[in-house]
């Protein structure tokens, strides 16, 4: 067994088996899976995100690894992601709660409990109608060297997230957000993978999923290079000679994921 307890919880649960009073928090739920569970919760006037993981079942892991997927196996990924992540200085989600038993990886019963981060709202939100109303030129560079910088720095430091999508980008709004002042977190690491250096494969992933994400926002190619300088850390000269065949790749990448979700999502696609 694993349990790491900081405060209000360490108070909060004293003489209490964590792994049954994690299941009595109650809150607003987000998301509600046979073998995870995530609300929001607040003790003592403070916010905070609970995910609890069960177990998903042999049958549920044979069928992602047969189909080349790995599977979630509990809360553990994500607290070791967050770890490496505060070592590299990626500003990410603070744990202040963590706990896993038992060794079989179908039935493992483990959860991990983050700070909320508020005020903040996702770059998805804060670029819906920049195609339409542009934003201030300096503000776009400077979150998109952000987001370049912060993407580079996970990888560097051997983490891929497997959801990595402008919405995971959480701009904080405390105070106005200009280009001398703003503050970017990276959060939803559930998925994400550790290791002491990230494969090309899941490197290049997370590039496609950030790519897909800002195909429809009214980036210029000019933006999309300054991303790929400040990204690799490398003149422009060398990453159009070097990555040339990623470079391919992403764009055929986006435009299948961008097919994809239109098929999906569109009005009548369902129909």
């Known amino acids: 067994m694993k349990l790491i307890l900081d405060a209000p919880f360490q ?13 009595r928090l109650d809150g607003q739920v987000y998301r509600e899976l046979e073998g995870r569970r995530t609300l929001r ?6 916010g905070y995100f609970v995910k609890i993981h069960r177990g998903i079942g042999w049958g549920e892991i044979a069928k992602n690894l047969l189909s080349a997927r790995a599977p979630v196996l509990g809360a553990g990924q994500e607290w070791r992601a967050l770890q ?11 744990a202040v709660a963590y706990g896993e038993r038992g060794a079989n990886p179908a039935s493992q019963h483990s959860f991990i409990i983050t700070e909320e981060l508020a005020p ?16 201030a030129p300096r503000l776009k560079r400077a979150l998109i ?18 959801d990595c999508y402008i919405c995971h980008f959480l701009l904080h709004t405390e105070r106005p957000v200009t280009a001398d002042d703003l503050r970017l977190s990276l959060i939803d690491l559930h998925r994400a993978q550790t290791r002491h250096a990230v494969p090309r494969r899941w490197r290049d992933k997370d590039l496609a999923g950030l790519y897909f994400s800002v195909l429809n926002i009214g980036l210029t190619q000019r933006d999309l290079l300054r991303f790929l300088k400040i990204y690799f850390q490398r003149p422009l000269r060398d990453i159009l000679r070097d990555e040339a065949a990623l470079l391919r790749w992403l764009e055929r990448k986006g435009a299948r994921l961008l097919a994809r979700y239109q098929r999906k999502y569109a009005p009548g696609a369902q129909a």
């Open 11 to 23: 108070a909060l649960w004293q003489g209490q088996d964590p792994f049954a009073a994690v299941e």
């Open 41 to 46: 919760t607040e003790v003592a006037g403070r």
């Open 84 to 94: 490496r992540l505060h070592q590299a200085g990626v500003p990410t989600m603070t």
């Open 120 to 135: 903040t709202i996702d770059l998805e939100q804060f670029s819906l109608n920049w195609r339409e109303q542009p934003p």
């Open 145 to 162: 060297a952000e987001v370049a910088q912060m993407t580079g720095r996970m990888h560097r430091a051997g983490v891929n997230h497997r």
